[in-house]
């Protein structure tokens, strides 16, 4: 960038040995007023950003041409004001620009020039396209592994094997038995135990009862995956401990037919008030005026793609409210959709996961699989449609000894129950006392 001094009486002078020299459409760097009249910097190819970034002196600039109008003043333009260091380039097409209002323009602050929209959009699908090939990547080492595993280590094969009939993706099966030592030398048992171990260690739980507290719960997940059945249990379990006194209903599902109705029915069945939120201020009155004082469920609408593309965006997601969101995660939905929602809510505050419907479910494994891969936490579990029980506050090895169960019990007609066996061995039961 070349940049050149200019000198003359006024700065209508100025500017016009500028346009004589550079052209119409220079570009001002600074306008200051100096001893005998005004001096002006300008240069034809000028950078922007690197003057807003402070990366260009132009005052002391080394490389500058000076330029004097042929004639002086006798005396010089007074000019009362300076331009700020940070003032925005003014063009100088327009010659009859007075110094007032150029300094005026000068000192109005440039915002930063923001990226196009269109990088971010390159940078986003570059991001899903790596994290699409690096799982394609684990996926061929998992397949790799296990065909090394079937010629050269039976023993870890077979252990692959029973976790994929839980239901565990291959990836996260071999990454298991990957990471067991010794897995040769131990007997068919003690591996299967020490995989079962391995496995409920990943689990992630929220020992925190949601009955227990006060303020604003939220349960949210995709259409059909039983939010408002589980307030209902939720609601049950919580009149048994604590009375009707202290608990509200919020009803926030505007979009299915019936919600309201449905909720409302389960508020007359416990004897507790509903509420319902027609939009997102009327939550946000609502959480603000009963504040901590009762335990608010809110049933949250089904789950939509702008949701999951942007979920702090979600009302309930608003961190100023203290609403403490639960992700319901359907057992019966396949392991890529579930592994999807998690990921979507992987960096927002979220309490935990809710995992429903695991009795109509084939496995348990697609859960498993998407709350391990997320690093989620799981606070409940339920089955069953009864809203007076099968609600259970979730432990690693309850979830884990359920999965084995569920495989057990359709393969016990023609297979042992070796895995049930060794789960029952560790201490875990199929289902925990209510």
Same mark, same amino acid.
């Given at each position: 960038?070349?940049?050149? $001094?200019?000198?003359?009486?006024?700065?209508?002078?100025?500017?016009?040995?500028?346009?004589?020299?550079?052209? @119409?459409?220079?570009?001002?760097?600074?306008? $200051?007023?100096?001893?005998?009249?005004?001096?002006?910097?300008?240069?034809?190819?000028?950078? =922007?950003?690197? #003057?807003?970034?402070? =990366?260009?002196?132009? $005052?002391?600039?080394?490389?500058?041409? #000076?330029?004097?109008?042929?004639?002086?003043?006798?005396?010089?333009?007074?000019?009362?004001?300076?331009?700020?260091?940070?003032? %925005?380039?003014?063009?100088?097409?327009?010659?009859?620009?007075?110094?007032?209002?150029?300094?005026?323009?000068?000192?109005?602050?440039?915002? !930063?020039?923001?990226? %196009?929209?269109?990088?971010? =959009?390159?940078?986003? &699908?570059? $991001?899903?396209?790596?994290?699409?090939?690096?799982?394609?990547?684990?996926?061929?080492?998992?397949?790799?592994?296990?065909?090394?595993?079937?010629?050269?280590?039976?023993?870890?094969?077979?252990?692959?094997?029973?976790?994929?009939?839980?239901?565990?993706?291959? &990836?996260?099966?071999?990454?298991?038995?990957?990471?067991?030592?010794? !897995?040769?030398?131990?007997?068919?048992?003690?591996?299967?135990?020490?995989?079962?171990?391995?496995?409920?260690?990943?689990?992630?739980?929220?020992?925190?009862?949601?009955?227990?507290?006060?303020?604003?719960?939220? +349960?949210?997940?995709?259409?059909?995956?039983?939010?408002?059945?589980?307030?209902?249990?939720?609601?049950?379990?919580?009149?048994?401990?604590?009375?009707?006194?202290?608990?509200? *209903?919020?009803?926030?599902?505007?979009?299915?037919?019936?919600?309201?109705?449905?909720? +409302?029915?389960?508020?007359?069945?416990?004897?507790?008030?509903?509420?319902?939120?027609?939009?997102?201020?009327?939550?946000?009155?609502?959480?603000?005026?009963?504040?901590?004082?009762?335990?608010?469920?809110?049933?949250?609408?089904?789950?939509?793609?702008?949701?999951?593309?942007?979920?702090?965006?979600?009302?309930?997601?608003?961190?100023?409210?203290?609403?403490?969101?639960? *992700?319901?995660?359907?057992? &019966?939905?396949?392991? %890529?959709?579930?592994?999807?929602?998690?990921?979507?809510?992987?960096?927002? %505050?979220?309490?935990?996961?809710?995992?429903?419907?695991?009795?109509?479910?084939?496995?348990?494994?697609?859960?498993?699989?998407?709350?391990?891969?997320?690093?989620?936490?799981?606070?409940?579990?339920?089955?069953?449609?009864?809203?007076?029980?099968?609600?259970?506050?979730?432990?690693?090895?309850?979830?884990?000894?359920? !999965?084995?169960?569920?495989?057990?019990?359709?393969?016990?007609?023609?297979? @042992?129950?070796? @895995?049930? !066996?060794?789960? #029952?061995?560790?201490?875990?039961?199929?289902?925990?006392?209510?």
């Amino acid at each position: 960038m070349k940049i050149k $001094r200019y000198f003359a009486a006024d700065t209508r002078k100025a500017l016009r040995l500028v346009r004589d020299d550079l052209g @119409p459409d220079a570009i001002i760097i600074s306008n $200051r007023s100096v001893d005998g009249g005004v001096e002006i910097l300008a240069a034809e190819d000028f950078d =922007e950003e690197l #003057t807003q970034q402070g =990366e260009i002196d132009t $005052r002391s600039a080394v490389e500058v041409t #000076t330029v004097k109008a042929k004639t002086a003043p006798d005396k010089p333009s007074e000019v009362t004001e300076k331009p700020s260091p940070e003032a %925005p380039a003014v063009s100088a097409k327009d010659d009859v620009m007075t110094s007032d209002v150029i300094l005026k323009a000068l000192k109005k602050k440039q915002p !930063a020039r923001e990226k %196009p929209s269109g990088d971010n =959009e390159l940078i986003a &699908t570059m $991001r899903n396209e790596l994290a699409q090939l690096r799982g394609m990547m684990e996926n061929q080492f998992s397949v790799l592994s296990q065909g090394q595993w079937s010629q050269n280590s039976p023993i870890r094969n077979d252990l692959v094997q029973q976790l994929s009939r839980i239901g565990l993706s291959p &990836t996260l099966s071999s990454k298991l038995v990957g990471s067991m030592k010794n !897995a040769e030398q131990l007997t068919p048992q003690v591996a299967t135990r020490d995989m079962l171990a391995l496995l409920t260690a990943k689990i992630r739980i929220n020992n925190q009862s949601i009955l227990e507290q006060r303020g604003a719960v939220a +349960l949210i997940g995709p259409a059909g995956a039983g939010k408002t059945t589980t307030i209902a249990k939720l609601t049950s379990q919580f009149v048994r401990l604590h009375g009707n006194k202290n608990i509200i *209903l919020l009803s926030a599902d505007n979009h299915r037919i019936g919600a309201h109705e449905q909720l +409302l029915a389960y508020g007359e069945l416990f004897d507790v008030p509903v509420l319902r939120a027609r939009d997102d201020e009327e939550i946000r009155q609502i959480i603000h005026a009963v504040g901590n004082n009762s335990l608010v469920l809110i049933d949250t609408g089904s789950l939509t793609p702008q949701d999951l593309q942007a979920p702090e965006k979600m009302p309930t997601m608003q961190t100023d409210l203290g609403i403490r969101n639960y *992700l319901v995660l359907p057992a &019966t939905n396949q392991t %890529p959709v579930l592994e999807k929602l998690v990921s979507s809510f992987r960096n927002q %505050p979220l309490a935990g996961t809710i995992i429903t419907k695991v009795d109509e479910a084939l496995n348990l494994g697609g859960a498993l699989t998407a709350v391990i891969n997320g690093g989620m936490p799981v606070a409940y579990w339920s089955d069953g449609l009864d809203v007076n029980s099968h609600l259970y506050q979730a432990t690693a090895k309850h979830l884990v000894a359920k !999965a084995v169960t569920m495989v057990n019990r359709q393969n016990r007609s023609n297979r @042992p129950a070796a @895995p049930a !066996a060794t789960a #029952t061995t560790a201490g875990a039961e199929a289902a925990p006392a209510q």
